[in-house]
């Protein structure tokens, strides 16, 4: 059951969602007046993911108050036209049981009405229900229960990118071929083209994620994901800034590919001190674990990668790191 610690975290996150798009939606805006070369669209549609992202939060946190008996308000939409949270919003709450009016003596003495036949109708349906969930409940305790969300559960290798080649329908990809250690090589679509030449992908040692769900990407599906640290892409808290509208403050993010330490080889596998690795065979993007996993995936000041900072380590070899990013995300 829902706690209302839970339901304040969720409003507190679709309410910073709300203004993160706000503050987007005026950056884009800036961007196309500054030039159309910074890449407006991959931003427009950063904003439309998180508009969904606050729908979705937004459609979760009506459902819990639903739930609990909180009696929502829709609010129109500006096009008229009312959004899925609003429309989940003007479902009402089940209305309390009405008591049935007291039957007369005849009735009861005469034999059961209608009514009264449907109700042990259902209450011989529920019994099969409610036993067969406790026979349910009974196996479930013999089963393991699901290990922790973190790091842990992330398949993390050494793995060595034998060729790269640019994506035949996407100037920003590159399409490679990567050995992590297994019978033959996978495919690994990366968005890396802006920042690691093409010369600098070939036949180099990398970290990578093998158990996200394979994905299509403009026609190529990918099998796993480099890893990489990464400096933030929008601007720096503002500092020293009067107003989003001066473009000077803008930069254009820098990425990494991770190093293994030497003497790594592919199929190596990562470890993080402290979380023991119990990697899903492949990650269920319902339960999203890597989206929840990914903000606490960092390197520190001297560019080691880490989780809740605990170095990646490959054991008997070394650490994980980024030569010149330092304090960025990894992802």
């Known amino acids: 059951m829902a706690t209302p610690e839970l339901l304040q975290r969720l409003e507190k996150r679709a309410l910073i969602a709300e203004q993160l798009i706000d503050v987007l939606r005026n950056e884009v805006a800036e961007l196309k007046k500054a030039s159309e070369s910074l890449g407006h669209s991959q931003l427009e549609a950063e904003n439309e993911q998180l508009k969904q992202e606050v729908e979705e939060w937004k459609s979760r946190l009506i459902q819990l108050e639903l739930s609990h008996g909180k009696t929502q308000v829709p609010l129109p939409a500006k096009n008229g036209r009312m959004t899925a949270t609003a429309y989940l919003a003007s479902m009402p709450t089940q209305p309390p049981p009405v008591e049935k009016p007291p039957t007369s003596e005849g009735a009861t003495q005469g034999g059961d009405t209608a009514s009264d036949k449907k109700d042990k109708k259902k209450e011989k349906k529920a019994k099969p229900a409610t036993e067969s969930k406790e026979k349910a409940g009974g196996k479930g305790a013999v089963t393991a229960e699901e290990p922790p969300v973190d790091v842990g559960r992330l398949d993390l290798r050494v793995g060595r990118i034998m060729t790269a080649k640019r994506h035949p329908d996407a100037d920003a990809l590159y399409v490679e071929e990567v050995d992590v250690g297994e019978d033959k090589p996978r495919t690994v679509v990366s968005g890396l083209v802006k920042f690691v030449p093409l010369e600098a992908m070939q036949?180099?040692?990398?970290?990578?994620?093998?158990?996200?769900?394979?994905?299509?990407?403009?026609?190529?599906?990918?099998?796993?994901?480099?890893?990489?640290?990464?400096?933030?892409?929008?601007?720096?808290?503002?500092?020293?800034?009067?107003?989003?509208?001066?473009?000077?403050?803008?930069?254009?993010?820098?990425?990494?590919?991770?190093?293994?330490?030497?003497?790594?080889?592919?199929?190596?596998?990562?470890?993080?001190?402290?979380?023991?690795?119990?990697?899903?065979?492949?990650?269920?993007?319902?339960?999203?674990?890597?989206?929840?996993?990914?903000?606490?995936?960092?390197?520190?000041?001297?560019?080691?990668?880490?989780?809740?900072?605990?170095?990646?380590?490959?054991?008997?070899?070394?650490?994980?790191?980024?030569?010149?990013?330092?304090?960025?995300?990894?992802?």
């Open 203 to 331: 036949n180099r040692l990398a970290v990578l994620l093998c158990n996200l769900k394979p994905a299509k990407m403009r026609g190529v599906t990918s099998e796993a994901m480099v890893m990489c640290a990464s400096s933030p892409d929008k601007v720096s808290q503002y500092g020293g800034v009067d107003s989003i509208s001066d473009t000077s403050c803008l930069f254009l993010p820098q990425v990494e590919i991770l190093d293994p330490p030497e003497g790594s080889q592919p199929g190596d596998e990562i470890h993080i001190e402290g979380y023991p690795r119990v990697p899903d065979p492949v990650l269920n993007p319902k339960k999203k674990i890597f989206e929840t996993v990914a903000p606490d995936l960092k390197t520190d000041h001297e560019g080691v990668a880490t989780y809740k900072g605990s170095p990646f380590t490959v054991p008997g070899k070394g650490v994980v790191k980024a030569f010149t990013l330092f304090g960025v995300n990894v992802k």
